[in-house]
């Protein structure tokens, strides 16, 4: 130590102590702090993230932190792949550090970081799809669940005893199914992007064009979907808007309260209605309209992905719309030349 210079043995010790996290930085709103971690989420802003994606990277992270006891600044591959390994092999129980969470998290932060995606994938931290992944693919409401979820809805929202609120939430099922929007792009769905915007003016077109910012491509982030109004849809929102008074701007859904809100309320209607098993009470109807529009026109991916507003046809078959035996079968009888019964499917609420 006596032949390195003074100055270089200071630096070393300061790089060796920021690299270990610091007792009062394990705290979650501490760490947020940390400079390293406010670019990230910058950069994650800048990305066009979703806000509960970034929180769960967020999250993951911070978990990884606290158990490595080390400085976001100074994560290391090796380490990080170790741990993940760890946590495979069942080797570490710390509530937060799911396996698939915790991989995406680390592969996030370290590709912001400039290290290529080949990199991480040699060292151990692959970016494939999770097992869990298209799990839900062929859940949906049955059209007699949707009758008696309707029926349970309306006896919830009728003893609010508010007549324009009570067809916001008759509207809101009705969209997400024939709309395809998901919850929080519903709620902010406005009336200065549809066209036409006025009640009398829609009563005379067939269809309403109403412009959404929703999710696209992962690596887009959100983009401006045409989701076309027609028929009960289009008729609900104009019966709607007349008992608001024709309003020309502002929220659709301007009386909900938030997604939170509707997805509590829509539990308790599926709780009502004896409907069980939903886990995802307002995403739900986004997997039905999928597998419904999809039966009707005899599984056409693209035209789907084009009316509900899905731009990656290979996560709307992983995520919404996996094929069904009948319509394979259907399918290979009608290509083997034999007779084939045509069953009329219609998509409707």
Not at 13 to 20: D, G, N, Q, V, W
Not at 147 to 170: C, G, M, P, T
Not at 184 to 192: C, G, P, Q, V
Request: charged fraction near 30%; aromatic fraction near 8%; hydrophobic fraction near 35%.
């Amino acid at each position: 130590m006596k032949e390195i210079p003074e100055e270089q043995i200071e630096q070393i010790f300061i790089e060796l102590a920021e690299t270990e996290l610091k007792p009062f930085q394990e705290e979650y709103d501490v760490w947020l702090q940390i400079p390293a971690v406010q670019e990230y989420n910058m950069s994650l802003d800048k990305r066009g993230v979703g806000k509960n994606s970034k929180r769960q990277w967020l999250r993951s992270l911070w978990h990884i932190s606290t158990y490595l006891k080390r400085h976001p600044k100074h994560f290391d591959i090796g380490e990080c792949a170790t741990l993940l390994v760890k946590i495979k092999a069942g080797e570490v129980k710390q509530l937060g550090l799911s396996y698939d969470g915790t991989r995406m998290a680390m592969r996030n932060w370290f590709i912001t970081k400039g290290i290529s995606g080949e990199k991480l994938t040699a060292e151990g931290i692959s970016g494939e799809l999770s097992e869990s992944f298209g799990k839900r693919a062929q859940d949906k409401l049955t059209k007699e669940q949707r009758r008696k979820f309707l029926v349970a809805l309306h006896q919830i929202v009728n003893e609010l005893d508010d007549y324009v609120l009570s067809l916001e939430w008759d509207l809101l099922p009705c969209w997400l199914y024939y709309t395809g929007t998901r919850i929080e792009a519903s709620l902010k769905a406005r009336i200065e992007n549809m066209t036409p915007k006025d009640v009398e003016k829609m009563r005379k077109v067939g269809t309403v064009i109403a412009r959404v910012v929703d999710k696209g491509k992962h690596k887009r982030g959100r983009m401006t979907w045409r989701k076309l109004c027609t028929g009960e849809l289009k008729n609900k929102i104009v019966r709607l808007l007349e008992a608001r008074g024709n309003p020309q701007e502002g929220l659709l859904f301007d009386r909900l309260v938030n997604a939170d809100n509707v997805r509590t309320v829509f539990r308790e209607a599926y709780q009502k209605a004896g409907i069980k098993g939903v886990s995802q009470p307002c995403h739900i109807w986004r997997h039905t309209a999928d597998q419904d529009l999809l039966d009707a026109t005899d599984w056409n991916y693209d035209l789907v992905g084009a009316i509900l507003g899905s731009a990656d046809t290979r996560t709307m078959k992983l995520c919404y719309g996996k094929m069904g035996e009948t319509v394979r079968e259907r399918g290979l009888r009608k290509a083997m030349g034999l007779p084939v019964e045509e069953v009329k499917k219609e998509f409707k609420f």
